[in-house]
């Protein structure tokens, strides 16, 4: 074959690998757009369905990330106007209201509550997610209890499922993310809202596949949570990083093992919680700690100032929140947890985002 020609064929070959093994970054590589998000139990919270149905985001394959953000926040006061609320705060109060004085609060008693208008406090919120490939769906249980454990280890109420994924290499491979759904307890009042938030977070991945974030693991309203115990011992793999406080970004890859699903999966809301009121979203809180890591990432609390470097956080372990996502939160008028102080006046950075207390 003359040299001219070779040229050309290898040429050919680079340029057709090149496309087929490049991740899509339009609008258009995941064909028609998800449905938005719907509260699944519509008959029990008529008003706050019918004002989703009001809040859609618009998907238009020509749409600028400037378009998007100002459809986002059209959105955004739309849903404060027709919930009647100026501070998402508000929220907060009207959910405290319904209970009596005395005793701690508990989600499993004010879910069943309805307000004035008729909605029942609690409902599911079904919203669209991007998984990485060979995600695990794992059923979730919730109760008023004061360890997790008890919940792991006896029959408790189901509240929806978790995305596990076990390589790192999977969770930071965007290309071959899928779009997905995630079911979420939320406040009634809080599902319009919230659900506009996590779709923002779900669309921008839409438009461009290097701003695709794994919602794998959202919790909204309980009390304490867990997957069963039991079963084999499950593995996956999390950043250490050199201490607990630094700003090192040079981690290694941990493959941490766990006993069973439960030993990853779990939680529990102390009593002032805003997620007790079902007005507090966690973004992927998992269970890193205790496998000899050194803040684990994505860490739910952690005092690393590596953890404000948002951009490379999240391109480290696709799973921690870059910074748009917190700027989202913000336009929605959500408390991040910059704002407030936690343990010996320390202020506390983690992958959450709630109404506010005052």
């Known amino acids: 074959m003359p040299l001219r020609s070779a040229f050309w064929l ?11 093994w490049a991740p899509a970054a ?38 600028s990330p400037q378009d998007r ?3 986002f926040l059209t959105k955004v006061r739309r849903a404060k106007r027709l919930l009647g609320v100026g501070r998402l705060v508000e929220l907060r109060h009207q959910t405290l209201n319904l209970r009596p004085l005395m005793g701690e609060v508990s989600w499993e008693d004010l879910r069943r509550r309805r307000f004035p208008r008729g909605d029942q406090v609690g409902v599911t919120l079904s919203v669209p997610v991007w998984v990485p490939a060979g995600a ?73 596949v290097h701003r695709r974030v ?60 805003n997620h007790r009121l079902g007005l507090a979203l966690d973004l992927n809180d998992y269970n890193f700690r205790g496998n000899g890591v050194k803040d684990g990432s994505p860490n739910p609390i952690s005092d690393a100032i590596r953890q404000y470097n948002r951009g490379a956080m999240h391109k480290l372990d696709a799973r921690n929140m870059p910074g748009w996502v917190y ?11 910059q704002e407030w102080f936690y343990y010996n006046f320390n202020t506390t950075d983690w992958e959450h985002v709630d109404v506010g207390t005052k």
Request: with cysteine.
């Open 327 to 337: 700027t989202a939160a913000k336009w929605l008028g959500c408390r991040l947890p």
């Open 136 to 208: 695990q769906k794992i059923k979730t249980y919730c109760g008023f209890e004061k360890k997790w454990q008890t919940v792991a280890a006896s029959p408790h109420r189901p509240c929806g499922y978790v995305w596990h994924v076990g390589k790192m290499a999977a969770i930071n491979d965007k290309g071959n993310y899928r779009a997905a759904r995630l079911q979420i307890e939320i406040n009634s009042k809080f599902a319009p809202l919230a659900g506009l938030f996590l779709e923002y977070i779900f669309r921008e991945g839409w438009y461009d």
């Open 69 to 71: 953000d100002r459809d």
């Open 26 to 63: 339009t609008a258009a590589d995941s064909g028609q757009p998800p449905s938005p998000p719907r509260i699944l139990e519509t008959s029990q919270a008529p008003q706050a369905a019918k004002i989703m149905q009001q809040l859609a985001l618009t998907y238009d394959p020509q749409m």
């Open 214 to 273: 794994p919602l794998l693991v959202v919790r909204g309203g309980e009390d304490t949570f867990s997957a069963k115990a039991g079963g084999a011992p499950v593995a996956a793999e999390c950043l250490s990083f050199p201490d607990e406080t630094g700003s090192s970004l040079t981690p290694t890859v941990a493959l941490c093992q766990f006993q069973d699903w439960a030993a990853m999966y779990h939680g529990r809301h102390s009593p002032g919680s």
């Open 10 to 20: 290898l040429t050919a070959w680079a340029l057709l690998a090149g496309w087929l």
